[in-house]
């Protein structure tokens, strides 16, 4: 089931359960590397600075004390207990797609939890969004 999510971000995520698997529709900070297009009449220059991005993994949840952020799990190293995670702050988001519900297995989602639970409520040593449980 495809279900798109728009409008009111918080809204639409008020909807996910723990480990859906989404599609988010974002936009992430950019650096302008190439030269300024004002002559297009539709851009004016501005479309140089929106970094469109499309996230897939499991939802995790919301999480953040300053501003708040989706987290999704992108990469699961079913092993190793080691998750590849990314945190997308709601304000960037333009659309979420749920792909589908309730697929995790009992053991992932457990891990999973304990992830969400333990991980990221203290400091640990993370490497580019990887985190090692």
Known sequence: MIRRCVGNVEESIAGLGFGDVIQVDWLDASEVTGHFS??????RGHGCFDTPIRSLGYFLGVRGKRCKHVVIAKEVIRTGS???YNV???GMIQAIQVL?????EREMKRQLKKFVDVALQRRFSKKAGWIYC
């Open 38 to 43: 004002v002559n297009d009449e539709n851009k």
């Open 82 to 84: 080691a998750f590849h």
């Open 88 to 90: 997308i702050p709601l």
């Open 100 to 104: 589908a519900r309730n697929v995790l």
